[in-house]
C-alpha cells in the first residue's frame, strides 16, 4: 500500500487580490509560505519516495516549504505542465468581481463551475483534466500502487481533476468540489489503485491551529468547506 498526498498551493499574490491567476506565475504571499510549512509538519511520519509539481512559482514553493518543514528536502522531484491550474485565457489577471459587474454573474459562475464551457481563450475543467489525468495514470499513480508515497503539490483545478478520478464523482458533482489554499489530502491506495482510506488535513495558521479531520465519505471531504466554498486560483 502506498500513500498519494495532494496539496494546493498555499495563498498567492493573486489570491490575495482575488484575480483570476491560471497560468500567470505569481509568487506566494508570506502567509501562503506560512502555511505551506505548517502543512509540511503534519506530512514529518511520511517518508516521500518522490513529489511532483507544476512548472508555475506558486506550487514549487508550497512544495519546497513543506518538504522543509517535513524534513525532508532532498526528495526527487518532478515538475510538469501537465499539473498546472486551468488556463482562464482573456480572465488572466483580471479581479473576479470586476469580470462579473462586466461580463455579468451568471456568465461569469458558468466560466467558473461548469465542466465543459471554457471561458474566452482559456480552458474548462474538461480541457485540464484531459491533460492532467493521463500525466497522473503514466506517472504518479504507479509509484503509488507500487508501495511508494508520493506527494503532489499542484492547483485547485488539476488537483480536482484527479480527486474525480480517485472518489468517482460525477461531472454534476465534481462542480461543488473546491479545494483550499494548504489543504492536504492524504489517500491510502491499494495494489490495483483502489481507495482504501482517505483523510484530510487542514492548517489554520491564523488562529495557530492545526486541524485534522478523517471521513470516510470520499466526495465528503475535506469538510464543508471544500464542497460549498468557491472555486479560487
Known sequence: MGKLVLIRHGESTWNQENRFTGWVDVDLTEKGKKDAYAAGLLLRDIPFSHAFTSVLKRAIVTLEELLRA??????PVTKDQALNERMYGDLQGLN?????????????????RSYDIAPP????????????????????????????NVLVSAHG?????????????????????????AISII?????????LKKQVLDVDTDHGAIKPE?????????AESLLKSPVSK
Open 70 to 75: 517535513a524534513n525532508q528536502p532532498n526528495v
Open 96 to 112: 473576479k468581481g470586476e469580470c462579473a459587474d462586466k461580463f455579468g454573474h451568471d456568465l461569469v459562475h458558468q466560466w467558473r
Open 214 to 222: 478523517d471521513k470516510r465519505k470520499d466526495h465528503e471531504l475535506p
Open 187 to 195: 489517500y491510502d491506495i491499494g495494489p490495483n489503485g483502489e481507495v
Open 121 to 148: 481563450g482559456g480552458e474548462s475543467l474538461y480541457d485540464c483534466a484531459q491533460r492532467t489525468l493521463p500525466y497522473f495514470e503514466s506517472q504518479i499513480l504507479p509509484m503509488v500502487t507500487g508501495d511508494k
Open 157 to 181: 483545478n488539476s488537483l480536482r481533476a484527479i480527486v474525480m478520478k480517485l472518489d468517482g464523482l460525477s461531472k454534476e458533482e465534481v462542480l461543488n468540489l473546491n479545494i483550499p489554499n
